[in-house]
Nanobody, 125 residues
Framework: QVQLVESGGGLVQAGGSLRLSCAASGRTFSTLGMGWFRQAPGKERVFVAAISWNGGSTDYADSVKGRFIISRDNAKNTVYLQMNSLKPEDTAVYYC??????????????????WGQGTQVTVSS
């Protein structure tokens, strides 16, 4: 069983930055592919970014490409999401997800086996 705990959410003005962290436990972190999803009120959960076990492969949703950066530190069992140039439409609960396929960087939530509890990000205009 893998436990995921997100942190780093909060309230920020448009144009600002936040860095989300997701700490994993319960399994060797380098055996996991990791992803970030988000869910705005009244909307479905959507893909944001993903990274393979060694960072060699990443993928981003078009809406965040060039603004967000996903990274991981296997020594710290943590995946990060650096969010820059934030917009009000980035407001959502952000979820960390883990896949037991360490190469997985897919956009479908079905490919992820474990989920965190989510952290709220609110961007004011």
């Amino acid at each position: 069983q893998v436990q995921l705990v997100e942190s780093g959410g909060g309230l920020v003005q448009a144009g600002g930055s936040l860095r989300l962290s997701c700490a994993a436990s319960g399994r060797t972190f380098s055996t996991l592919g990791m992803g970030w999803f988000r869910q705005a009120p009244g909307k479905e959960r959507v893909f944001v970014a993903a990274i393979s076990w060694n960072g060699g492969s990443t993928d981003y949703a078009d809406s965040v490409k060039g603004r967000f950066i996903i990274s991981r530190d296997n020594a710290k069992n943590t995946v990060y999401l650096q969010m820059n140039s934030l917009k009000p439409e980035d407001t959502a609960v952000y979820y960390c997800a883990a896949s037991v396929d360490r190469y997985y960087t897919g956009r479908t939530y079905l490919g992820y086996n474990y989920w965190g509890q989510g952290t709220q990000v609110t961007v004011s205009s």
